[in-house]
């Protein structure tokens, strides 16, 4: 059983920044595709980042790109989320998941194509 435990959430005023972090153990690191993905309160879960299993490429959603850098350290089996210009409506519960699909594109972006999630990190930005 897989197992991804995510940490670095909290509470930040509007415009700062928080790092995310997911450690998982090695069999269930390499060499995989993960994302990760918010809930925010009374709505859908939704994409936010996803990076290659090698760490060379990467695909975000519309609304955090330029202010969210995703990355991964395979030799710590973490992934990271680098969140900065944090808004209000970045309020939400992130969730690291690995991938189970093959092409790294638009697939990345839906939730069933991930197989093993995390229990998730609260983010609240106020205003």
């Known amino acids: 059983q897989a197992q991804l435990v995510e940490s670095g959430g909290g509470l930040v005023e509007a415009g700062g920044s928080l790092t995310l972090s997911c450690t998982a153990s090695?069999?269930?690191?390499?060499?995989?595709?993960f994302g990760w993905f918010r809930r925010a309160p009374g709505k859908e879960r939704e994409f936010v980042a996803a990076?290659?299993?090698?760490?060379?490429?990467?695909y975000y959603q519309d609304s955090v790109r330029g202010r969210f850098t995703i990355s991964r350290d395979n030799a710590k089996n973490t992934i990271y989320l680098q969140m900065s210009s944090l808004k209000p409506e970045d309020t939400a519960i992130y969730y690291c998941?690995?991938?189970?699909?093959?092409?790294?594109?638009?697939?990345?972006?839906?939730?069933?194509?991930?197989?093993?999630w995390g229990q998730g990190t609260q983010v609240t930005v106020s205003s």
């Open positions: 998941a690995r991938y189970s699909g093959a092409p790294f594109g638009p697939t990345l972006a839906t939730p069933d194509n991930y197989n093993y």
């Open positions: 090695a069999r269930t690191f390499n060499p995989y595709v």
């Open positions: 990076i290659s299993a090698r760490g060379d490429d990467t």
